[in-house]
């Protein structure tokens, strides 16, 4: 595939969903996609040691420091210079503005650690996400991975995975569970099914 699509991942954590597409493109799971750029909000990130460590070449934009406006302006000259085709939200912890999201109309994507519409929107991620379900007394949680829109965790979902919730389960453990039997399957698959799509596009514009 001569025009895979380019992929960029924003991340401000730890990046273990940027781990589990590392390993789908290193299977051979993503061959319509590339992982180009790796761009953190937060510049303590280890995510950016894990793109670092494959290659990926990594940014920090420290938003905290910059102020929202400056780090999208910051971020939109990044993806435009790395010539990104696709925007992977992976474990990153800023609120986009409308007017960020609507440069990339069904081309940036993110995974939410439960079945939406449950436990979503403002105010719900990472723990938070489970501590809720575990209170409201849920059997089954999961993960969606959905595009991106205006509003937090509202648009279209692409994929869903269940997980049951066992009698015992922490906040902690049902984070673990949800990303390993959940995020880490999905948002690989996801990504590749964009990532064809645009591919397919690019092919057409030859």
């Known amino acids: 595939m001569l025009n895979k699509a380019r992929i960029a991942v924003l991340v401000s954590g ?4 940027l781990e589990a597409l590392f ?5 051979g799971a993503l061959p319509h996609g590339e992982i180009v750029a790796v761009v953190s909000s937060n510049p303590d990130a ?3 040691e894990r793109a670092r460590r494959r290659g990926v ?3 920090a934009l420290p938003r905290k420091q910059l102020g929202q406006e400056a780090f999208e ?3 939109t000259q990044k993806l435009r210079e790395c010539r990104a085709d696709l925007i992977v939200l992976a474990g990153f912890l800023s609120i986009l503005s409308a007017d960020f999201v609507r440069q990339w109309p069904d081309r940036s994507v993110t995974v939410h650690p439960s ?6 929107g403002k105010g719900y991620y990472g723990l938070r996400v489970h501590q809720a379900a575990l209170e409201r007394g849920v059997r089954v949680t999961g993960a969606t991975v959905h595009l991106v829109n205006e509003i ?3 648009g279209r979902i692409l994929l869903q995975k269940a997980v049951e919730v066992q009698p015992g389960d ?3 453990v049902l984070q673990r569970k949800v990303m390993e039997q959940a995020e880490w399957v999905l948002l690989p698959q996801a990504v590749e099914q964009l990532s064809a799509h645009i591919a397919m596009e690019k092919e057409d514009h030859l």
């Open 23 to 27: 390993n789908a493109q290193a299977a």
């Open 152 to 154: 937090p965790d509202g």
């Open 57 to 59: 070449p990594a940014y």
């Open 73 to 75: 302006a910051a971020l």
């Open 46 to 48: 280890f995510a950016l």
């Open 170 to 172: 922490t906040p902690e």
């Open 115 to 120: 079945l939406i519409p449950a436990f979503c």
């Open 14 to 17: 730890g990046g273990t969903n």
